[in-house]
């Protein structure tokens, strides 16, 4: 199976800024030991910076797929609500269209 890249966007509700980044933050390290990883990157949006979005490599889909089921993944799905006012996540062909 191919590469797959993600674009994963969350906004932090008002006030839970600090709150989300730390929480994004601590997904990094494990995240890059699961199976599959390429490239997981965090940035902050510049015209809105409640907006955090993490740029994602993996080596396949079903590596993609573990990683949603790992235990930090999880763990954060389950404050998410609190933290994030909207969040969004595109799976994409890592292969440019051009």
Same mark, same amino acid.
């Given at each position: 199976m191919s590469?797959? +890249?993600v674009v994963a966007i969350s906004? +932090?509700?008002p006030g839970k800024? +600090?709150?989300l980044e730390t929480a994004l933050r601590a997904l990094i390290e494990p995240t890059r030991?699961?199976?599959g990883f390429i490239t997981y990157d965090l940035h902050r949006n510049i015209q809105d910076p409640r907006t955090f979005v993490f740029i994602e490599r993996w080596a396949s889909?079903?590596?993609l797929q573990a990683h949603?089921? +790992?235990?930090h993944i999880r763990a954060f799905g389950a404050r998410s609500g609190e933290l994030c006012e909207s969040s969004?996540?595109?799976i994409l062909d890592a292969n440019p269209v051009i």
């Open positions: 590469e797959v +890249a906004t +932090a509700r800024e +600090a709150e030991s699961d199976r889909l079903d590596d949603a089921k +790992a235990s969004s996540l595109h």
